[in-house]
C-alpha cells in the first residue's frame, strides 16, 4: 500500500521534534555548558549567543523567536551566522560541535 504524502510529511515534522528533544536531553545529561567560553571561543555576539543557548535547550525558531520578541527570520539568520563561525551546517552538527568544544 503506497504511503500517503501527508504521512510522508507528518513523519518528517515528527522526526524533527524528536531531534530537537533528543539534543536537549543531551545537552541536559552532560551538564551544563559553559556559554562564555563557548562564546568567547566562536566569537559569538551576545544576541547569537542567547540564541545558541535556546537552541541546546531544544527549542525550534518559533519558540526562540518568541522568546527573543524578534522574527524567526532573524532566528534563522542568527543561527546561519553561528553555524558559519562554528564551522558546520546544521542545527544538529552546532549542539555536536559545542559538545565537542568542552573541556
Not at 25 to 41: A, C, D, K, M, Y
Request: aromatic letters at 6%; charged letters at 20%; hydrophobic letters at 40%.
Amino acid at each position: 500500500m503506497p504511503v500517503q504524502p501527508s504521512t510522508c510529511r507528518q513523519a518528517t515534522w515528527k522526526d524533527s521534534v524528536d531531534t530537537r528533544r533528543a539534543e536537549a536531553v543531551f545537552i541536559r545529561f552532560l551538564g551544563t555548558v559553559n556559554l562564555p567560553e563557548v562564546s568567547q571561543r566562536f566569537n559569538l555576539t551576545q544576541r547569537e549567543r542567547e540564541v545558541l543557548e535556546y537552541l541546546l535547550q531544544g527549542l525550534d525558531s518559533k519558540a526562540i523567536a518568541n522568546r527573543m520578541n524578534i522574527s524567526p527570520n532573524t532566528v534563522k539568520t542568527f543561527l546561519r551566522l553561528i553555524m558559519t563561525k562554528t564551522g558546520v551546517s546544521s542545527r544538529s552538527a552546532v549542539v555536536a560541535k559545542i559538545i565537542m568544544s568542552q573541556p
